[in-house]
């Protein structure tokens, strides 16, 4: 009889502790769903291009079913959903294009910016088709918008965002490295590998410094992409398309499902 009333108490408590985890991991649950609206802004890395599936009414927007940004809102199911980044969007363009569906019950906003407005494209154009020199002045001259000019963009786009958007968790999310360094590797020179990386790390670090300055999150996906990069085997990166040489660098579909979505479902 002792030992029945042990029993019980000891599964009674059992029991209660159950419901107790249970009851907290849905509280720990719960942010990941967002109670309010949902905005994705940004440019082509947010918009998908790359992953295929592209949404007819977006036009040259190239916004993807595979992107990031659709993906998390058909898992978590906000209250709504507004998916405005667009291929070639610079930090001009999502303030004059993107930003209508902000509003005081958007609780979650993601975006990616900064890469075209310092010269991504002319870039890459440059690295793959000229010399090596060529290259590494090319991102030279990046590399000065990205440290003088870059950051009083984001400054002024992040302000109003934050003013549109006041209650909103805001996730700045960066861009990955292209190259797997050190591999033998058909196509770019490890010179312009490297120096390609290098620029993507500075951006990243201007950018996150830009988006702390605001209470914003970054998100990193050089950490996720880590393995994925070109001439790593199993890239997550188109190289260069030249059926389709929009696709060249941008993400597949693995990229945005693998790369880019767990750091914002860790981010949101």
Request: glycine share 10%.
């Amino acid at each position: 009889m002792r030992r029945s009333r042990i029993a019980a108490y000891v599964g009674s408590v059992l029991l209660t502790v159950g419901l107790v985890l249970t009851g907290t991991a849905a509280a720990q649950a719960a942010p990941s769903a967002a109670t309010g609206g949902y905005v994705a802004l940004g440019d082509s890395y947010s918009s998908g291009v790359g992953a295929g599936s592209y949404i007819s009414s977006s036009g040259d927007c190239d916004r993807s079913t595979k992107a990031y940004p659709y993906l998390w809102n058909a898992a978590n199911h906000p209250s709504s959903f507004s998916f405005t980044a667009c291929s070639g969007a610079r930090t001009d363009d999502v303030l004059a294009n993107q930003l209508a569906p902000l509003n005081s019950g958007t609780s979650l906003v993601s975006i990616s910016i900064g890469g075209n407005d310092a010269g991504f494209s002319d870039v890459m154009t440059t690295c793959v088709l000229q010399s090596d020199s060529n290259c590494l002045s090319r991102i030279a001259t990046a590399r000065s918008y990205v440290d003088s000019t870059l950051p009083g963009k984001l400054d002024n786009l992040y302000s109003v965002i934050r003013g549109k958007a006041p209650s909103a968790r805001v996730v700045v999310i960066g861009y990955p490295r292209f190259y797997k360094l050190g591999q033998t590797c058909l196509g770019l020179s490890e010179t312009k590998r490297s120096a390609i990386n290098d620029a993507a790390d500075r951006i990243d670090t201007v950018i996150a410094k830009a988006a702390a300055n605001h209470g914003f999150v970054f998100g990193d996906v050089r950490t996720t992409f880590s393995g994925h990069e070109i001439c790593s085997g199993n890239s997550w990166l188109h190289s260069v398309d030249w059926l389709d040489i929009g696709d060249s660098y941008h993400p597949t579909a693995s990229g945005h499902s693998g790369g880019y979505l767990p750091v914002l479902n860790s981010a949101a």
